[in-house]
């Protein structure tokens, strides 16, 4: 680990780098997010430039995250020509606080109007530059938000930022009334990635991986997941040496990867990092995955972070683990100070709170055409947004609801302030993997998110209902207790006890793959909200674009824009599958069917001619269904074509499905040697 953040413009880089008094004014912006003194810019650049050329840098961009859910870059020379075949290298604090790029080709959702193409970028101090190195050389990479001509955020970062603030404010607000004194907050992610990997040479012969990155047909193995066998399985020497050298770049990032292990399904597997700050763990999150892929490529790999690549085998997530930190002090940490139960009851109380109020635009953030064959599948959680608690913290939320004891082991009811709360064993907590929203012990683990996802989205929505659930509880204070601290704590248990009984509903510990929990959820009146366009309805909902511009975290505008742009990503998407499923059935597909059928066709022919008393029947009955998946073929083509026509997303949908079953079908009665396509069993297992 020798090389653990060489590559990034660390606080050790920046003394060394800067003078003095400059490097401790960035460092505390950094550290705090204080505003940056403008007057350093220059020497902040200069100091970045220098530590970047040692570092073999010859070019600059500014690093963004567009609403494509990917990364951004534009590159640009350090180099300035000085006189006649003369340059200096140079790089000024303008060039660092601020870009102009034409964002005329990034999705804006009629946020930016057509006469005003330019888009701008902003430096955000709070992440540290970095390098991102090539075969031939290096570049200084600054992660900046992205925004329109009249700051309208065009990107994921902006609205993150603005959360975390939220949050962070309603916190601040919130301890004060536990006359805790003023301190940092932090709120915390530690992201899950799960990925498959596969040959690069099957991929290259599969149209539909390389066009949508999920398989649009092929019939499951007879083996694949059954066995549990794969599952923190021993790690392949291929597979090793791929995942060392992601974390040797990764550690060169100073990006904490910490954990890597087979996963459920064939070919897949899991990268988990330490957890961090919240926007820094966001663009971690997003260098692992470029990370991943790269290093894949380079291996003769290919990494797929599809949220469902292989039907009837698990999809992959992004486990959103997240929490709040007070002075460095975890707020979700039980901790046994009967006396702090009160800061954790009160924080669960107002996240129990959020998630039952909110679920619908929570539910929203996980939304996508590839989480749409994930959520809800059986192995994944289910689009139903519920929260899991565990044992022990069920029957404290109990307890404070009914004042009655419900552990064996308290004789009285849990008090606010004054009882120790029990010890939360993670082992017992960790156990229902079909919850969407678990609590771990320490934090809650977001569990809907998709493995190709931007973290921002999700944690975005979650910083502001639970801002949003803080402040309401501080007004309910306010007006309960008032001037007389006597009563806080009696006040704050009859609080909390009301906010329970009100909220109980969206707690669940049963089965969330269960046939029974949709029923039980309706019942309860929780939202399922099934596929992406029920999902992204709640963008327009009223009551969550009044919340999100009361927190300042997206305004009227932005809201409509990103409904605009989730649908048209979903449309294009769902379109290019059916596309690509039609060329395939027609161009790959139909022709083997159709050789192989006039084969049989000859063959009989020929053998009835000769007389032959065996094997005519077993051809025939072969080319019946032959020749039946053929006129199949056919008429399911023919649909799908008309649903493309009409690019309706669900009609394209459920004729790709329904394509899907005859040309499984067929893969299994084709020539092993003349099928198109390389198949499951292939693909999943060798490697
Ligand atoms: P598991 O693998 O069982 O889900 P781990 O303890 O390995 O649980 O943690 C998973 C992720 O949760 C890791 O990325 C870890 O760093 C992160 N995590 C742990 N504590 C916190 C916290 N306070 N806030 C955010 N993430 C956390
Ligand atoms: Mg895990």
């Not at 930016?112 to 990479?141: M, Q, V």
Request: with cysteine; proline share 5%; hydrophobic share 40%.
């Amino acid at each position: 680990m020798k090389n653990y953040g060489d590559d990034v413009f660390s606080e050790k880089a920046i003394l060394k780098h800067m003078p003095k008094a400059v490097a401790a004014k960035l460092i505390a912006t950094m550290r705090e997010g204080t505003p940056l003194d403008p007057s350093i810019a220059d020497e902040v650049a200069h100091g970045m430039k220098d530590w970047a050329v040692e570092n073999g840098a010859t070019h600059f961009t500014h690093w963004f995250q567009p609403m494509t859910g990917g990364t951004a870059e534009k590159h640009d020379a350090f180099l300035e020509p000085s006189g006649p075949a003369q340059a200096v290298l140079r790089f000024s604090g303008k060039n660092l606080i601020g870009g102009e790029t034409d964002a005329s080709s990034f999705p804006s959702g009629g946020l930016r109007s057509t006469f005003e193409a330019r888009g701008y970028t902003a430096w955000d101090p709070t992440s540290p530059a970095f390098i991102k190195r090539h075969e031939n050389g290096a570049t200084l990479c600054i992660p900046t938000a992205f925004c329109s001509y009249n700051g309208a955020a065009l990107d994921m970062k902006t609205p993150l930022l603005r959360s975390i603030q939220a949050v962070s404010r309603a916190t601040e607000r919130l301890m004060k009334k536990f006359r805790k004194p003023k301190a940092h907050v932090s709120i915390t992610l530690g992201a899950e990635q799960e990925y498959f990997l596969i040959d690069r040479e099957f991929y290259l012969k599969r149209p539909d991986l390389l066009q949508t990155g999920r398989t649009v047909f092929g019939a499951a193995p007879a083996k694949h997941q059954q066995l549990d066998d794969h599952y923190f399985g021993s790690i392949r020497p291929r597979i090793l040496k791929f995942m060392t050298e992601v974390e040797e770049r990764l550690w060169r990032l100073g990006i904490p990867a910490k954990t890597r292990h087979n996963e459920v399904a064939p070919a897949q597997f899991e990268l988990a990092p330490m957890f961090e700050d919240l926007n820094l763990a966001v663009d971690h999150n997003m260098l692992i995955m470029e990370v991943l892929k790269q290093t894949a490529e380079a291996s003769g790999l290919v990494c797929l972070l599809h949220e469902k690549p292989f039907e009837g085998v698990n999809g992959s997530g992004k486990h959103c683990n997240w929490s709040i930190a007070y002075g460095g002090k975890n707020l979700l940490s039980p901790g046994d100070n009967p006396r702090d139960n009160a800061i954790f009851l009160t924080f669960l109380s107002a996240i129990i709170r959020a998630v039952d109020l909110h679920s619908d635009i929570l539910r929203m953030s996980t939304a996508g055409a590839g989480n749409d064959h994930r959520l809800g599948a059986n192995e994944a959680p289910p689009a139903i947004i519920s929260i899991f608690l565990g044992d022990e913290l069920t029957s404290v939320m109990k307890e404070i609801e009914t004042g009655h004891a419900e552990r064996k082991t308290g004789r009285t009811a849990m008090k606010i302030g004054v009882d120790a709360l029990p010890p939360i064993p993670r082992d017992a907590t960790d156990r229902n993997r079909t919850s969407p929203f678990a609590f771990t012990g320490n934090k809650f683990e977001f569990r809907a998110p998709g493995s190709s996802q931007n973290c921002a989205e999700s944690q975005t929505v979650l910083n502001t209902i639970v801002a949003e659930s803080i402040d309401a509880i501080c007004d309910k204070l306010d007006a309960l207790v008032g001037n007389d601290a006597t009563r806080f704590n009696e006040e704050l248990q009859k609080l909390l006890q009301r906010l329970i009984r009100k909220h109980k509903r969206v707690l669940f510990s049963g089965d969330g793959y269960g046939s029974a929990w949709p029923k039980e959820a309706a019942k309860r009146g929780l939202p399922n909200l099934r596929n992406t366009l029920e999902a992204i309805a709640p963008l327009e909902d009223p009551v969550n674009k009044k919340l999100f511009a009361k927190y300042g975290v997206l305004t009227e505008g932005e809201m409509a824009s990103r409904h605009e742009i989730a649908l048209a990503d979903y449309r294009s998407r769902v379109l290019i599958e059916g596309k690509v499923a039609l060329e395939i059935a027609r161009s790959m597909i139909r022709p083997v069917v159709a050789d192989e059928f006039s084969r049989l066709a000859t063959a009989i022919g020929r053998a009835t001619r000769d007389g032959l008393k065996v094997g005519i029947a077993g051809l025939k009955a072969l080319s019946m269904k032959l020749g039946a998946g053929l006129d199949d073929l056919h008429v399911k083509c023919e649909r799908i074509e008309k649903a493309v026509a009409k690019g309706e997303p669900t009609a394209i949908i459920k004729q790709m499905e329904d394509l899907r079953r005859t040309v499984d079908r067929l893969e299994g009665l084709v020539d092993d040697g003349k099928w198109p396509l390389p198949k499951y069993r292939s693909m999943l297992f060798i490697y």
